[in-house]
């Protein structure tokens, strides 16, 4: 298993500036990804976190709006930039152990709204 | 590309009421996994099976039941009399990449069960 602690739990944000989510592993694992789920929506993709080069983006999002660092084996950042009410939703850091194999373990999430 | 479809938006029944979720998948992979996972109320994501490709063997877990066809490639989950705690999001998830070297989870749209009491 795979304890996963992401900080902040929720935050209010102004229009215009950026926040950044800490996720935090308590093993290493091979596979870090950054989900959002907007209200009542599924879970969307954002990026696979890469330790130690660049995050893989989905269609649709992008390194300059959601900039992304995987220092090592157990810790990711998500940040997302120049904020706007589009952007409240639920941030969730999620990892696997094998992959692609493995069962995904999710963190408890980041509850952004933006005024 | 992958996929993952499930077509129920939002399922009601009444408790003790047997209720099946549909999943139907894409993927050009021949190693996947396949998954469900439940999000009641509270909101966080609660695993509740994992299925590789190469296992079609249906799988029973006391309420809980999955079908996996390869054939149609579905992966439906059953649950058997249902309770008014089983209310919560389900999704259907897939995984995979070998083909493309991505490895990546994508989930369904979910489908959203209330069992009345």
């Known amino acids: 298993s795979a304890v996963i602690s992401q900080k902040p739990s929720r935050d209010i944000c102004q229009r215009g500036t950026s926040l950044t989510i800490q996720c935090q592993v308590d093993?290493?694992?091979?596979?870090m990804f950054w989900y959002r789920q907007q209200p009542g929506q599924s879970l969307t993709l954002i990026a696979t976190?890469?330790?130690?080069?660049?995050?893989?983006?989905e269609s649709g999002f992008v390194i300059d709006k959601f900039p992304i660092s995987r220092p090592n084996l157990t810790f990711s950042t998500l940040t997302v930039s120049n904020m706007s009410p589009e952007d409240s939703s639920i941030y969730l850091c999620?990892?696997?152990?094998?992959?692609?194999?493995?069962?995904?373990?999710f963190g408890e999430g980041s509850r952004l709204t933006v005024l | 590309a992958q996929k993952v479809t499930q077509a129920q938006t939002e399922i009601s029944v009444v408790e003790k009421e047997d209720v099946t979720l549909d999943c139907v998948y894409e993927?050009?992979?021949?190693?996947?996994?396949l998954f469900w996972y439940k999000q009641p109320p509270s909101g966080e994501l609660v695993f509740l099976i994992r299925?590789?490709?190469?296992?079609?063997q249906n799988e029973i877990s006391g309420r809980y039941s999955w079908n996996f066809q390869k054939s149609t490639s579905s992966f439906n989950f059953t649950i058997t009399a249902s309770q008014v705690v089983d209310s919560a999001v389900y999704f259907c998830?897939?995984?995979?990449?070998?083909?493309?070297?991505?490895?990546?989870?994508?989930f369904g749209t979910g489908t959203r069960l209330k069992v009345l009491a």
């Open positions: 999620s990892v696997s152990k094998g992959m692609g194999t493995g069962e995904l373990f």
């Open positions: 093993s290493q694992v091979t596979m």
């Open positions: 976190a890469n330790q130690g080069s660049e995050a893989t983006y």
């Open positions: 993927t050009r992979d021949t190693t996947y996994y």
């Open positions: 299925r590789n490709s190469f296992d079609e």
């Open positions: 998830a897939l995984s995979g990449g070998a083909t493309s070297g991505t490895y990546k989870y994508i």
